[in-house]
């Protein structure tokens, strides 16, 4: 199976960084993208930042320049450095994987337990 641990999130001052960390393990023959999403209590869960396979990167327009995804090919680990951080920001942060298991021909997508992120003024 393929299991996501999250790490990494905490209560942190407005304008403070934080970096999150999420490490994929398990019978993984290939991640096609690895990527980042939050929810905010009352809110959907929306899509912060995304990472392919080839290393193309996406990021919601609300993090862009402040926030930067990146991965550890060799440790099967994506990271998310959260710069500038504002009080907006506050939410429960997930993990996605999108991998193919050995011995099948398609993927699936795993998430992570989740990582609370608060920031405080």
């Known amino acids: 199976q393929v299991q996501l641990v999250e790490s990494g999130g905490g209560l942190v001052q407005a304008g403070g960084s934080r970096r999150l960390s999420c490490a994929a393990s398990g019978n993984i023959c290939r991640i096609n993208a690895m990527s980042w999403y939050r929810q905010a209590p009352g809110k959907q869960r929306e899509l912060v930042a995304g990472i392919t396979g080839s290393g193309t990167t996406n990021y919601a327009d609300s993090v862009k320049g402040r926030f930067t995804i990146s991965r550890d090919t060799a440790k099967n680990t994506v990271y998310l450095q959260m710069n500038s951080l504002k009080a907006e920001d506050t939410a429960v942060y997930y993990c996605?994987?999108?991998?193919?298991?050995?011995?099948?021909?398609?993927?699936?997508?795993?998430w992570g337990q989740g990582t609370q992120v608060t920031v405080s003024s």
């Open positions: 996605k994987v999108v991998a193919i298991r050995v011995g099948r021909g398609y993927s699936d997508d795993y």
